[in-house]
């Protein structure tokens, strides 16, 4: 039983370290937000395509979760149309940047 518990801990572990293999710059994403800042920017934004949405706040966030969720994004993990054809041109130093940029933003 440890074991399947040890094997299942290496293989999260294993699946995190894309997102953590590229060192974002946080002052080379100030470049890239212009995509980012138009919904995200507007606190309480909320869009309406394809449904009403609250738009979330990225500020603060983890980087970790910002990279996996722009990762989703670009293989068709998460849904959001928009979200999907902005991370689908991100490069995976696009994402760090953006993740360093936006976990330090407040």
Do not use: N
Not at 98 to 106: C, D, E, G, V
């Amino acid at each position: 039983m440890q074991g399947r518990y040890l094997v299942c801990g290496l293989a999260l572990a294993a699946s995190a370290w894309p997102a953590l293999a590229v060192e974002g710059d946080a002052e080379a994403a100030k470049g890239k937000i212009s995509m980012c800042v138009g919904c995200h920017g507007i606190e309480g934004y909320r869009t309406t395509f394809p449904q009403v949405y609250s738009v979330p706040k990225l500020g603060g966030q983890h980087p970790e979760y910002i990279v996996a969720a722009l990762q989703a994004y670009k293989a068709g993990e998460r849904s959001h149309p928009t979200m999907q054809g902005v991370a689908g041109g991100l490069s995976d130093q696009d994402m760090a940047d953006l993740a360093a940029y936006y976990s330090a933003a407040r």
